[in-house]
């Protein structure tokens, strides 16, 4: 399906796909290596339990299993898909983990490449992809949000393990020119904030040969000051979602559900009470899976579409935000 084709000017959303791990790490369970608690996690985070990658599992092998369920909703012939964007941060191939995902999917005529936006990466991938399929480059996309935070979490720190799970999701989009459901995004970076949430190099040093040196590969753990991403998040979201409602005339009214990233239930009560979005409308599974990073809006909008809360044509104000600082938001129509 190559080619361009000046008369695609929109997007269609034809599918979604999630996979979580079997391993179920409790707040008990966390609870017996930090000095913390199933009541403490619970009423600061909203979270009880997240699930862990078992050892035969990675971010590819997630990825896939999401996108091939995504693909199953659509009925596409796996060949006439022409892009795979993968979003994560925890590639299981530094060089790319997408390509892997390609060949599992046996999608042999789409280009495939990782994306990294921390928790906004899912966001910023299907943004991305949209834009090659609005302009007729490409017809058919998969984007894909899975990460394996597991890996680098320093389980010894209290102020972070808690938040942190592993899962993947997909969605699949396609081009269409009969109109568009990705009504309006935004994307922004704030990279003098980045010092607040940092998955960095460990920067150890080798000698190659006498005085040539270089520095090793390797990652620390995660740190995070949590209480600055929290002032972000709630500062943030809510005037991001706002300006994109008021830019395409839209209002809360006219939202079905708020989708954000799942990082804290506290974030989500604040920015739905800011927007004047009713909890009814707010999307979340944070109890059972944490925060999964990259994988958490494609995993929630999995669930609420097969569950039929989500339906053809309901309007989605969704927001990823994280690492960077990082944030963006789009408003599609579901459909
Ligand atoms: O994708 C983005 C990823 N990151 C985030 O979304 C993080 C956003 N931030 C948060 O969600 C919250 O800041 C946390 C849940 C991480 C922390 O909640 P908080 O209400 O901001 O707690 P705090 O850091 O202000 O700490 C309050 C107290 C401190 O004790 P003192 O100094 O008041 O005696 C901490 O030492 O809670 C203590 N504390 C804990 N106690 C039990 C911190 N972590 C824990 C814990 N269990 N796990």
Known sequence: MEGINLNQIGVSFKGSGSYVPNQILTNHDISEKVDTSDEWIKSRTGISQRRISGLEEDVSQMGYKAALKAIKMTNWDIETIDLIILATSTPNDLFGSAPSIQEKLGANNAVAFDLTAACSGFL????????????????????????????????????????????????????TNEFDNLIGFDMRTDGQRGCFLNLSSQNNQDVIVNNINCSTGGFSSITMNGQEVYKFAVREVPLIIDNLLKKNKYSSENVDWLLLHQANKRILDSVGDRLNISKGKILSNLSNYGNTSAATIPLILDEAVRNNKIKQNDVIATSGFGAGLSWGAALIRWG
């Open 124 to 175: 910023f991938a299907a943004i991305t992809a949209s834009q090659f399929l609005k302009t007729g480059s490409y017809k058919r996309a998969i984007v894909i949000g899975s990460d394996q935070l597991s890996s680098y979490v320093d389980w010894n720190d209290r102020r972070s393990c808690i938040l942190f799970g592993d899962g993947a999701g997909a969605i699949a989009i396609e081009a």
